[in-house]
Structure formats: structure tokens, C-alpha cells
């Protein structure tokens, strides 16, 4: 498990596997485009961007488990070319939403349930010219990882960046995994 698990889960959770589903039929509230760490500009609105932004460790007990915390921010935008008063009615019931269905939701993985922290409105003055409002909800949950775990993540990592090329010399392989795509272990 990756805190990238994370972040799916909560983009499947709002908008079902695949972005096509129309919104109608989507339990997403009135989302137009759920993403994963998605520039605010770049979301059809409302829309919603999650990532997991950081985290913290410590070690547990004399094991060589460690014991992650990590920090998970939800970015909502909303637009109205109205007027500010129209997007503040849109927001405040996003961001209720969006804690609702996500406080104490441990999304079906082996985290600890999450734990709204926070939200604040973070628009700029170029938001405002644009039309939009931005609000960040921060969520924490923890999980252990252990090396089990961390081996699964290694050969996860090995499968996706199975081999790479060296810049100064474009031509010549620098890695090659060997991992077979069905169990993670070499051939």
C-alpha cells in the first residue's frame, strides 16, 4: 500500500473508476472533475484535486515497523461568474460534502480511519479575477508500514519504472527490471 492508494481511493470514492461516468449518476455531489494533484486552473468547476502532501514517521516499538502519518490535502474550486456571494453558496456545502464522506472513512485500505483536520479558504487575488474559489481540507490518517509493505512498494516501483535511459547518453540503458507484472518477482 502507497499513499498514492490513498489518493485513488478517495477519487473512486467521488467519482466512481472512470471519469466518464456521468456526473448524474456519480455520488459526487455536483463535481465536474475529480483528479488527483490537478492545478486549480487546469479542474473543470466545481471540481475537486486530492493529494497526499506529506508525512511523518517514527518507529515502533523494537520492530522495524514504522509508523506513518501522512497529511492529505482535498482542494475544491468553484465558479460563478455572478458574483462572490453565488460561489460562497456553492463552497460551504462542497466542503461539508466532501467531510462528510471522507471523516472516519478508512476508504476499504489498511490505514487508520481519517481525520478531518482543517479547511480554509485559500483564493488569491487572481482567483477572484477569475471568477473561482479555492478551499483546502486537510485530512491525516496513519498506517504502519512494514517490510512487507515496503518490498511490495519496491517491486511496485521496479514494474512501473522498469528500465530508463540516461540523459548525456540517450542510448544507453542505465536499469532494467526483470520483474514480471503478475506476482513481482523476477523470472
Avoid at 473508476?17 to 449518476?25: M, Q
Avoid at 487546469?42 to 516499538?61: F, H, I, K
Avoid at 478551499?135 to 521496479?158: D, G, H, K, Q, W
Amino acid at each position: 500500500m502507497t499513499d498514492f492508494d490513498i489518493e485513488e481511493r478517495i477519487s473512486v470514492l467521488f467519482c466512481g473508476e472512470n471519469d466518464k461516468t456521468p456526473a448524474k449518476e456519480r455520488d459526487s455531489f455536483w463535481f465536474k472533475s475529480i483528479d488527483i494533484q490537478t492545478g486549480i486552473t487546469t479542474l473543470s468547476r466545481p471540481g475537486m484535486s486530492v493529494a497526499v502532501m506529506s508525512g511523518d514517521y517514527e518507529t515502533e516499538d523494537a520492530t522495524d515497523n514504522l509508523k506513518v502519518t501522512s497529511k492529505i490535502i482535498v482542494t475544491l474550486v468553484v465558479k460563478n461568474v455572478a458574483k462572490e456571494k453565488e460561489r460562497r453558496r456553492i463552497l460551504h456545502p462542497c466542503v461539508k460534502h466532501v467531510v462528510w464522506k471522507l471523516q472516519g472513512n478508512d476508504l476499504g485500505l489498511e490505514i487508520d480511519p481519517l481525520k478531518v483536520k482543517n479547511w480554509k479558504d485559500v483564493t488569491t487575488p487572481e482567483h477572484l479575477a477569475a471568477a473561482l474559489l479555492v478551499a483546502e481540507i486537510e485530512f491525516e490518517t496513519v498506517y504502519t508500514l512494514t517490510p512487507e509493505t515496503e518490498e511490495a512498494s519496491y517491486r511496485n516501483l521496479l514494474s512501473i519504472w522498469s528500465s530508463f535511459k540516461s540523459e548525456e547518453e540517450p542510448h544507453e540503458e542505465l536499469a532494467t527490471s526483470k520483474v514480471n507484472f503478475d506476482n513481482g518477482e523476477t523470472p
